[in-house]
């Protein structure tokens, strides 16, 4: 199909090492070791992520968002290898306190203020956006999954996923669709790791099927020119809890991507940030080849390639 010649094109123009062997590996038949390479390079030593993995935020440093981003890359390949070094890096990482108050994790941290960045990942103090479960709820799942049941960090992931769920289950639905994302993946790793007694997984699954139907955007026209909520935001596949509540937008979405790519196979980045334009200049490039990735997949995963 042309969408994807010209998709593939613009990768193999434009993306960075990491970008490319993820696309290598969804639709070129290629093996994870290329991904988790080029992954690799992005980790410091006290096993967090760092160095703009995500793209709005050039801090060398660890932090939790850019580690966040890290584990995505990892579920998205299938990678659920505990004892990889890679995998123990980011759970020595979390084990450590770093950049955690007790509760949560920070969603920003302070020394993103000496490197280029989006304002959205710019910290005023040292108690902003440290109270909101983004990135917090998907770590307890990362460590529920994938953490020795015998060590301290496992008890600290049901504590946190308890409160996590507590707070979620107390309250309306959540109005920031990342959030909601990781709390999705609160509910699949701990359905994965068959632990499911830490907290009432059919009641936060239910509610979750609930928030997806209320945080997706409706009017379709929206779409074209704003940062909204799409289907793809939290599922790409007929297979997921999600589909079958938002059906005719979920298949919408497959037409919406085909029209709406762009002449050099790439889709708009509906963000930008200003301050460090020659900076944002180079990160709506990999941002592009990030939306490629999602895109294509979206469509790969339901059934369009």
Known sequence: METFKKAKEFIYRNARPLDLARWQYHFENGSREPVLKALSYYQNEDGGFGHALEADAWNPNSSPIQTWCAIEILREINFTDAEHPMMQGVLTYLASGKDFEGKFWYNTVKSNNDYPHAPWWHTESESTCHTDYNPTAYFAGFIIQFSDKDSDLYQLGCRIAKEAYEAYVSQGFLNDMHTALCYIRLAESIEESGQTDVINLSALKAKLVEQVKNSITRNKSEWETSYVCKPSQFFNSKNSIFYADNKELADYECTFIEKTQLSDGSWTVPWGWA???????????????????????????????
């Not at 944002?280 to 059934?303: Q, T």
């Open 275 to 305: 301050d460090y334009p020659e900076q944002w200049a180079v990160a709506k490039n990999w941002w592009k080849s990030n939306g490629i990735l999602v895109n294509m997949l979206y469509l790969k995963n339901m059934g369009k390639i």
